[in-house]
């Protein structure tokens, strides 16, 4: 895994909640290439009584050639600590990343995108518009957002043709239309969508419903959308290794694992790639990936890196 050393030039607040932050390479360097949809992901030094966390951001100006990075960070008050840290970051200091990869590209001969964000799910979507842009290529973008006020990029968005933000004040009823702004597929259109678990949940469910092809539709989790108010700990037992290990409200499985010294097989972190899929052999799980088709958790599936446990005990075959 390719490691970038980095260094804030620039923080901004976008919004009460939402820093941006420029980040470029202490020595002016050139840094990697990547294409819209990709993320970094940021090592978050250990601190007391918290193992090494690591936290993906996606980047959301179009390459410019290497000059620097632009993510957009989200404080997380019940998180686990990493935008916390994210925020007390200042100008000049330094940090560990890994180079752009990207999960969730734009499908190069799509012959149109449909792109719809809501919160900080706006920072890909932001990107992947602004390379259409200057691609001239056929787009529509979709923001939601309780109001302008919370909105991070709502200018930036606006001032893009073929973009409409909706801000529902916190009443959901007054919010984007899902149906209506969907529409009805067509051969060579592209759904794009970001934003927390419940907004990708129905604009798929949607989607699908109006008769839109899973080969049609794409999506990116943030990690921390998937925290539940009201998540309790619960014990995990690695069958294969014979440890048993306690899972805590804001950890995850692989979170403890890590923190035990174990070293699980890992790329996105945030239940998108599947590749940290392990077996339940006992007990009951609370599904938090986007990944796993409802055959693959009926045979046991479950994402160590966001899911939990429903039962106060699961036995895993790791």
């Known amino acids: 895994m390719s490691l970038l050393e980095l260094q804030v030039e620039q923080v901004d607040a976008l919004t009460p909640r939402i820093?941006?932050?420029i980040l470029v390479t202490p020595d002016g360097s050139p840094l990697p290439d990547y294409t819209p949809g990709a993320h970094i992901e940021l090592h978050v030094p250990a601190s007391s009584g918290n193992p090494l966390l690591h936290r993906a951001y996606s980047l959301v100006q179009p390459a410019d050639g290497g000059s620097c990075y632009e993510?957009?960070?989200q404080l997380e008050a019940q998180g686990s600590g990493g935008s916390r840290w994210v925020h007390g970051l200042a100008v000049g200091d330094r940090l560990t990343a890994t180079a752009p990869r990207n999960h969730f590209p734009l499908v190069a001969d799509a012959e149109s995108h449909l792109l719809l964000a809501a919160g900080i799910g706006i920072t890909p979507i932001l990107c992947m518009a602004r390379a259409l842009q200057q691609a001239g290529a056929e787009f529509d973008l979709h923001y939601a957002s309780r109001s302008t006020a919370e909105a991070a990029y709502c200018a930036d968005v606006q001032a893009l043709p073929g973009a409409q933000c909706w801000f529902d004040g916190g009443d959901p009823a007054r919010g984007m239309p899902l149906a209506p702004t969907i529409g009805a597929p067509r051969r060579g259109r592209h759904l794009y969508v970001c934003g927390p678990k419940g907004f990708i949940a129905a604009v798929l469910d949607t989607a699908r419903q109006l008769g839109w092809a899973d080969a049609q539709l794409h999506c990116e989790l943030f990690?921390?959308?998937l925290e539940v108010?009201?998540?309790r700990s619960f014990t995990v037992e690695l069958a294969s290794s014979g440890i048993t290990l306690e899972v805590p409200?804001?950890?995850t499985v692989m979170d403890v694992m890590e923190a035990a010294g174990l070293d699980p097989m890992f790329d996105c972190r945030r239940g998108e790639c599947g590749i940290c899929t392990a077996k339940v052999l006992a007990g009951e799980a609370d599904h938090r990936d986007i990944c796993l088709s409802a055959r693959e958790r009926a045979e046991g599936g479950f994402c160590t890196c966001?899911?939990?446990?429903?039962?106060?005990?699961?036995?895993?075959?790791l």
């Open 223 to 225: 990690a921390g959308t």
């Open 249 to 251: 409200a804001g950890k």
């Open 229 to 231: 108010a009201g998540d």
């Open 19 to 21: 820093r941006r932050l």
């Open 306 to 317: 966001v899911s939990r446990a429903r039962s106060e005990r699961l036995v895993l075959e």
């Open 71 to 73: 993510i957009a960070v």
